[in-house]
């Protein structure tokens, strides 16, 4: 039976990105340079020789579709119970393992 990811040696790289940021609204889609900053997330993960699969997990609909633009996997969008100030993180990711393993 194949891997969920696919492979012999499989590594999820999962980027989490709230869109309701309180210190700095929009961050995620504010410009550094050339990409926004959820576009550097993806491009480091693209590059990353051992990934063999990356997830960007988020509750905003415009921060899905920029992630889509610069080249990112936005199967979903996360839950509002795992989009709150006080969701945790391995919630966050507990989340994206179990879809990645459903797909």
Known sequence: MGSPLGGAVD????IPARGGSKGLPGKNLRKLGRLSLIGHAVASAREAKRLTRTIVTTDDPELAE???RCGGEVPFLRPAELASDHAGM???LQHSVRWAEAD
């Open 11 to 14: 590594a999820l790289g999962i």
């Open 66 to 68: 920029e992630a889509r």
């Open 90 to 92: 391995l919630g966050v």
